[in-house]
C-alpha cells in the first residue's frame, strides 16, 4: 500500500482477554516502530525493529506485552490478559533509513479500549 | 530509554504573532534530530529531519534550527495561523534505541 496500515481502527476488548494488533508498514522500510498515547499524555515509546530484529525492548510497559515482525514486513503487537490502564491509541511508525535520516510516516492507529 | 524534553508543554499564541518553543536531547551519540505536527484525529506529519549542527530548515512559516554541542533544538512559526493550531513533537534518533519522542508542545492560536 501506499502508507502504514493499522488494523483494527478500533477495539473495544472485556479486561482479562488478549489483543493483536497489526501494522503493515511502507514496503522496502526496515525500521518499524510502536508507539502509544494514553488519554492526556504524550506519545510513549514501545519497541522499535531494525528487519526482523528489536534492538530495545525496554519499552514495552510489562511482560502482558510482546511484539514480532516477520519477513521485515508485518509487524503484530499483542497484549495478553489485557488491563484498563492499556487503553490508548497504538500508534505504528516505519522508516527506510537505518540511521534515523529519513522521516517516518506514520499508521491512522488503533484505539484500544478495555472495558 | 533517552531524555528528550520539549518546552514549554502547551503555549497559546494570538493570530499574527510569532513563537517558539524547544527541544533538548542527548548530546552524545547523535545521529538525527526530527520535528513533527500532530494534529487531533490525525497521525504525526514531519516537518523537518535534521542531521548537523548548526542545520536551519525551513518550510513555509515554520523553520527550525539545531545544535548538537549543547543538545537542543527550536522550533519558529512566524505569523501564526489557526491551521498552526497542534501538538508539536520533536524526537530524537540515537542509535540502536530508534526514534525517542518528546512529550510535545500543544500549541493553540487564538484568533
Not at chain 1, 483494527?8 to 497489526?22: A, C, H, I, Y
Not at chain 2, 535534521?50 to 518550510?59: A, I, P, V
Not at chain 2, 501538538?87 to 534518533?93: P, R
Request: charged share 20%.
Amino acid at each position: 500500500g501506499a502508507g502504514v496500515s493499522q488494523s483494527p481502527s478500533n477495539k473495544v476488548t472485556e479486561k482479562g482477554k488478549d489483543v493483536e494488533l497489526r501494522c503493515d508498514p511502507i514496503s522496502g522500510h526496515t525500521a518499524l516502530y510502536w508507539y502509544r498515547q494514553s488519554l492526556g499524555q504524550g506519545l510513549e515509546f514501545l519497541i522499535y525493529f531494525q528487519g526482523n530484529s528489536a534492538p530495545d525492548k525496554s519499552g514495552l510497559p510489562s511482560d502482558r506485552f510482546s511484539a514480532e515482525r516477520t519477513g521485515g514486513s508485518v509487524s503484530t503487537l499483542t497484549i495478553q490478559r489485557t488491563q484498563q490502564e492499556d487503553s490508548a491509541v497504538y500508534l505504528c511508525a516505519s522508516s527506510p533509513e537505518r540511521t534515523g535520516g529519513a522521516q517516518a510516516f506514520f499508521g491512522q492507529g488503533t484505539r484500544l479500549t478495555v472495558v | 530509554i533517552l531524555n528528550v524534553e520539549q518546552s514549554p508543554q502547551s503555549l497559546h499564541v494570538q493570530e499574527g504573532d510569532s513563537t517558539n518553543f524547544t527541544c533538548s536531547f542527548p548530546s552524545s551519540n547523535f545521529y538525527a534530530l526530527h520535528w513533527y505536527r500532530w494534529e487531533t484525529a490525525k497521525s504525526p506529519e514531519a516537518l523537518f529531519v535534521m542531521t548537523l549542527n548548526g542545520d536551519e530548515k525551513k518550510k513555509g512559516r515554520i523553520s527550525a534550527t539545531l545544535n548538537t554541542k549543547e543538545g537542543y533544538s527550536y522550533l519558529y512559526i512566524k505569523g501564526s495561523q489557526p491551521e498552526d493550531s497542534a501538538t508539536y513533537l520533536c524526537a530524537f534518533w540515537g542509535g540502536a534505541d530508534g526514534l525517542t519522542f518528546g512529550k510535545g508542545t500543544h500549541l493553540i492560536i487564538q484568533p
